[in-house]
């Protein structure tokens, strides 16, 4: 079983695992369900999946989620096996998100190998990340997980602002003039500005920013690992979004623009060129987001995980009307 989206595509890459050892051939069915719905208690997770493997005859069942699971007392899980009842359950974060279809399949294929085993330990058992370095880690494989380079092409509108802002800021000699008497570091924050502001209107307009269901330590932790991966992605995503402006209005001020014209008008030379994109991709990024108002919420609330869990509880609710 499977979590919707990501974890679902990366199930359905299993299906053709084979015991390590070479004995029977295992017959793996893919169902892409939000089993873990309002579920960073571990036990709730796995009681979903016990419950799906007597339903649908199961020998064993794997729930793959891409949410951060822990334990009692708040420490982060990778795995946890319950080998008597043969039902694991794993993390897709806490592998880091590098390689994310590798590293899964390996872990994969080591826990069917081992709930298959006949002399399963019947005993729980759970491998917690580190306690150093261990939240980091799973906070990058949040971050990746949200795939923050897709959120490019989701804003389009923004893109196009950003667009239409740099082409006519480009051919302005008030701006040719300003930029080039700008120091590098006036630059350096202007960049970190106006990215930091895109974010910052992308978290409030998409109400992207998640609150704790309630006053204990766990719902607090998951809140600010679900906003720190929900700037991250953001920034990440901004942060491509500003490059492909930098090229694209530098490719357009080496075309359009005359050196000779701007030394003549504005005393700025064509190496100046460079920096008049830099300014411009600033200035350019702060007006394309006041379009990403105009688009649809999908591409952006696909950059938080509050918002993704809240999706899934509808649809769980659906599924349990349906039934």
């Known amino acids: 079983m499977a979590d919707p989206a990501a974890p679902t595509e990366i199930a359905r890459g299993m299906t053709d695992l084979d015991p390590l050892d070479g004995s029977d051939v295992w017959d793996i069915t893919v169902v892409s369900a939000p089993f873990t719905t309002g579920s960073e208690d571990v036990g709730t997770a796995m009681g979903r999946l016990q419950d799906q493997a007597r339903e649908q005859d199961w020998d064993l069942v794997v729930g793959l989620t891409e949410l951060p699971l ?7 899980l990778l ?17 880091g998100g590098i390689r994310m279809h590798a590293r899964s399949r390996r ?10 085993e006949p002399s399963a330990d019947g005993d729980e058992h759970r491998v917690l990340l580190p306690r150093m370095g261990g939240r980091w880690r799973l906070l990058a494989g949040m971050v990746l997980a949200n795939r923050p380079w897709l959120l490019v ?9 950003a667009l239409a802002t740099g082409a006519v800021a480009t051919i302005n000699s008030t701006v040719w003039q300003l930029a080039a008497s700008l120091p590098w570091w006036r630059l350096v924050v202007a960049t970190i500005a106006s990215i930091t502001l895109v974010v910052a209107w992308l978290v409030v307009d998409g109400e992207l920013w998640d609150r704790p269901d309630d006053d204990s330590p766990q719902a607090r932790e998951r809140s600010r690992l679900y906003n720190a991966s929900t700037v991250l992605t953001l920034l990440a995503g901004v942060s491509i979004c500003y490059v492909a402006l930098y090229v ?22 064509s190496g100046d060129l460079f920096v008049l994109a830099w300014f411009v991709a600033s200035a350019a990024t ?17 950059a938080a995980y509050s918002k993704r869990e809240e999706d899934r509880r509808l649809r769980l609710a659906g599924d349990r009307h349906d039934t």
């Not at 795995?79 to 592998?95: F, H, I, N």
Request: no cysteine; glycine share 10%.
């Open 248 to 269: 694209v209005n530098l490719a357009w001020a080496l075309f359009i623009l005359d050196p000779d014209l701007m030394d003549s008008q504005a005393s700025v030379g």
């Open 70 to 76: 822990h334990d009692d007392g708040g420490r982060h």
């Open 107 to 116: 872990a994969v294929s080591s826990l069917l190998s081992t709930m298959t």
């Open 153 to 161: 092409p989701g804003l389009k509108s923004a893109l196009v602002a």
């Open 286 to 302: 702060v007006g394309g987001g006041l379009g990403s108002g105009l688009e649809s919420d999908e591409a952006i609330r696909a």
């Open 79 to 95: 795995v946890q096996t319950d080998p008597q009842r043969r039902t694991a359950v794993l993390s897709l974060p806490a592998l």
